[in-house]
């Protein structure tokens, strides 16, 4: 099983700061035929299902406001939010696509300073 | 719009069974892959298995494997998780969620509301 390793566990960012999110897989999850990094992002909210916000390692979803970004390739992976907002106070989960199982980090609790 | 309307919060007996349901409404249900996860209160998310309602078969994550079932009936857009031999450690919200379907690999785009089910002597 692919195993996802997300630091830190836990952030506090003052508002319009930058939070970053680490992501690290123990197997790489880009495909080599397509260049594509099988890598998501989720956010959630309490008591709300985890809601998708960037996926392909990069793509925004639809509706995802433009201060989230998503980069990395492999194995190591960031999630930016460029400007923190009271509204992103969240957990967030990196999860990996490739390969059944499919599997999430422990997830990093985003918390305003 | 798609949704994925799941089943009522249930209370069951340790050893006992629950069977959740997941109804998709608003669009095409038989060519994704429906997925289960599951989140313990206060813990992350645990990926329990898929199905592909076009070909029946499903895959499990080797935790659940023997304990669930997830299947899917066509006629009537919903997919089903049942989980066996209940411990009180199952109580969780399950999720089910709408990923890839046949040869193709997709995240999770479309989450249902999530189903409680307690496990409680």
């Known amino acids: 099983d692919i195993v996802m390793t997300q630091s830190p566990d836990s952030l506090a960012v003052s508002l319009g700061e930058r939070a970053t999110i680490n992501c690290k897989s123990s197997l790489s999850v880009l495909y080599s035929s397509n260049n594509k990094n099988y890598l998501a992002w989720y956010q959630q909210k309490p008591g709300q299902p985890p809601k998708l916000v960037i996926y392909?390692?990069?793509t925004r979803e639809s509706g995802v406001p433009d201060r989230f970004s998503g980069s990395g390739s492999g194995t190591d992976f960031t999630l930016t939010i460029s400007s923190l907002q009271a509204e992103d106070v969240a957990v967030y989960y990196c999860?990996?696509?490739?390969?059944?199982?499919?599997?999430f980090g422990q997830g990093t609790k985003l918390e305003i300073k | 719009q798609v949704l994925l309307v799941q089943s009522g919060a249930e209370v069951k007996k340790p050893g006992s069974s629950v069977k959740v349901s997941c109804k998709a409404s608003?669009?095409?249900?038989?060519?994704?892959?429906l997925n289960w996860v599951r989140q313990a209160p206060g813990q992350g998310l645990e990926w329990m298995g898929v199905?592909?309602?076009?070909?029946?078969?499903?895959n499990y994550a080797q935790k659940f494997q023997g304990r669930v079932t997830i299947t899917a009936d066509e006629s009537t857009s919903t997919a089903y998780m049942e989980l066996r031999s209940l411990r009180s450690d199952d109580t969780a919200v399950f999720y089910c969620?709408?990923?890839?379907?046949?040869?193709?690999?997709?995240?999770?785009?479309?989450w249902g509301q999530g189903t409680m089910v307690t496990v409680s002597s």
């Open positions: 999860q990996q696509y490739n390969s059944i199982p499919y599997t």
């Open positions: 392909w390692a990069s």
């Open positions: 199905v592909i309602p076009m070909f029946g078969s499903a």
């Open positions: 608003g669009g095409t249900f038989s060519s994704y892959g």
């Open positions: 969620a709408r990923g890839g379907g046949y040869n193709s690999s997709d995240p999770f785009d479309l």
